[in-house]
């Protein structure tokens, strides 16, 4: 039989987890998807995938980069880096939406006319193309 002590720890511990990962990634891609509506089944999955994952691998990154990984030593911590992690999930959302668009705008192209196309698109958003 368990003790006590330890399974009241690892309840704790699952219930951290969940706070700082789960709900904020879970929120991100909620209030993405209200906000601009997949055309298709297969976007909306990659969307998804793209949202949660960046909202979990993203804030991480910020989260150590910025040193604000100690702030998971206590609960207002946690819920502070999972607004945090909520922010790094929104903006995936958005660049694979647009990504999807521009996709599908070049449909029928082959692999070097969607190159000279994305070098074009690259050179406009700089300045360059003029």
Not at 32 to 47: G, I, K, N, Q
Not at 71 to 84: N, S, V
Request: glycine share 12%; net charge neutral.
């Amino acid at each position: 039989m368990a003790e006590p002590t330890s399974s009241g720890a690892a309840s704790l511990a699952v219930y951290k987890l969940a706070m700082a990962y789960g709900l904020p990634a879970g929120l991100a891609a909620v209030i993405v998807m209200l906000m601009t509506h997949p055309r298709s089944p297969s976007e909306w999955t990659l969307s998804l995938i793209c949202t949660v994952s960046s909202s979990i691998y993203g804030g991480a990154f910020a989260a150590r980069y910025f040193g604000w990984h100690i702030w998971a030593l206590e609960q207002d911590g946690l819920m502070m880096l999972g607004g945090l992690y909520l922010l790094c999930g929104l903006p995936a959302w958005i660049i694979i939406r647009s990504l999807f668009t521009w996709a599908e705008n070049r449909k029928g192209q082959d692999f070097g006319e969607l190159a000279k196309a994305a070098r074009q698109t690259f050179d406009d958003l700089r300045g360059g193309g003029k």
